[in-house]
């Protein structure tokens, strides 16, 4: 079981910036982040393939970069130019393959961005 341990969330002034790493205690396949609000669904926000693809949501494309150092089993979200809207609570996502080589999930405990206007 690949298990996730977030940093770096914390309350910063709209045009801000932020930076939340994500470190995994083992190898992965993919690494990503989503983000909730109370009440609404959990969304992607951006996610990294082992190769160094990348997707983000539309909301943050040119705000926010992730970046991904395997030798760390580590995954950063630059958050720049925050705005309220980013206000959640940020969560760690990864792939990682069992010994049948089955994709399995696993989630971060979640850290809180808040950003004030």
């Known amino acids: 079981q690949v298990q996730l341990v977030e940093s770096g969330g914390g309350l910063v002034q709209a045009g801000g910036s932020l930076r939340l790493s994500c470190t995994a205690s083992g190898r992965t396949f993919s690494l990503a982040w989503y983000r909730q609000v109370p009440g609404k669904q959990r969304e992607l926000v951006a996610r990294i393939l082992r190769s160094g693809f990348t997707r983000y949501a539309d909301s943050v494309k040119g705000r926010f970069s992730i970046s991904r150092d395997d030798a760390k089993n580590t995954v950063y979200l630059q958050m720049n130019s925050l705005k309220p809207e980013d206000t959640a609570v940020y969560y760690c996502?990864?792939?990682?393959?069992?010994?049948?080589?089955?994709?399995?999930?696993?989630w971060g405990q979640g850290t809180q961005v808040t950003v004030s206007s």
């Open positions: 996502n990864c792939e990682w393959e069992d010994p049948y080589d089955q994709l399995i999930n696993s």
